[in-house]
């Protein structure tokens, strides 16, 4: 299957700092990233889809200026946590869709990003 | 809109034997799409199945079958010879319609017994 890569696994930063997470599709070209955030023991809760070349669709409740997403390339997403609170704490993962055939419904994941912040 | 219920939050069964985790779905779209994804302790999140609604048959991947009832709006999984690899969150989800996203269920966490 499609590999999608994503980094760092795991960040700690200081509260007021701002990290970016990085998704890329290493072996197809995704037209469509999603990321998500998920709290311990609980389900993925999707935070925007990043398009390429276009702006990115928030879900209701999620602060666009908070988490920035910009998805400027075919094979690259990256997600901004702006001004870090430890609330912000979570573990974040990305999918990405590949645009070939049937794998268009398939999403693939990426090994998700622990942020911590102290 | 689509939404995805996992009524059994944890599950437990003996290693080598047979364990069935439920998940409904509601949705008003006639060609979607289902999956159940695994995620082990390590949180990568992994396919084990996925169904076509417009095809009548099960879908089955080695130890891993599903048994799809369209009309019920039910799709659960069953895991054959469970092994101890197999304990994981495993998370059904649904894909159809206009919005282009998966929505999740809440998840079973499935515990192998020795």
């Known amino acids: 299957g499609a590999v999608v890569s994503q980094h760092p696994s795991w960040v700690i930063c200081k509260s007021g700092t701002s990290v970016k997470i990085e998704c890329r599709s290493l072996?197809?070209?995704?037209?469509?990233m999603f990321w998500y955030r998920q709290f311990p023991k609980q389900s993925l809760m999707l935070m925007a889809t990043?398009?390429?070349?276009?702006?990115?669709?928030?879900e209701q409740g999620v602060e666009k200026d908070k988490f920035l997403i910009n998805h400027a390339s075919l094979t690259l997403s990256t997600l901004t946590v702006t001004s870090a609170h430890p609330e912000d704490s979570s573990f974040y993962i990305c999918?990405?869709?590949?645009?070939?055939?049937?794998?268009?419904?398939?999403?693939?994941f990426g090994q998700g990003t622990r942020l911590t912040v102290v | 809109a689509q939404t995805v219920t996992q009524s059994q939050p944890e599950m437990s069964v003996q290693e080598a034997e047979t364990v069935t985790l439920s998940c409904t779905y509601d949705?008003?779209?006639?060609?979607?799409?289902l999956f159940w994804y695994k995620q082990p302790p390590s949180r990568q999140m992994i396919l084990v199945i996925r169904?076509?609604?417009?095809?009548?048959q099960n879908a089955t991947e080695n130890r891993f079958s599903v048994n799809f009832q369209k009309a019920a709006k039910s799709f659960s999984l069953k895991i054959s010879d469970s092994q101890l690899g197999d304990t994981a969150m495993y998370f059904c989800?649904?894909?159809?319609?206009?919005?282009?996203?998966?929505?999740f269920g809440t998840g079973t966490l499935l515990a192998v017994q020795p």
């Open positions: 999918s990405a869709n590949s645009r070939r055939g049937s794998m268009n419904t398939e999403a693939f």
């Open positions: 072996d197809f070209q995704a037209t469509t």
């Open positions: 990043s398009n390429e070349g276009s702006k990115a669709t928030y």
């Open positions: 949705t008003s779209e006639n060609n979607y799409y």
């Open positions: 169904q076509e609604a417009y095809k009548q």
């Open positions: 989800a649904f894909y159809g319609g206009a919005t282009n996203k998966l929505i």
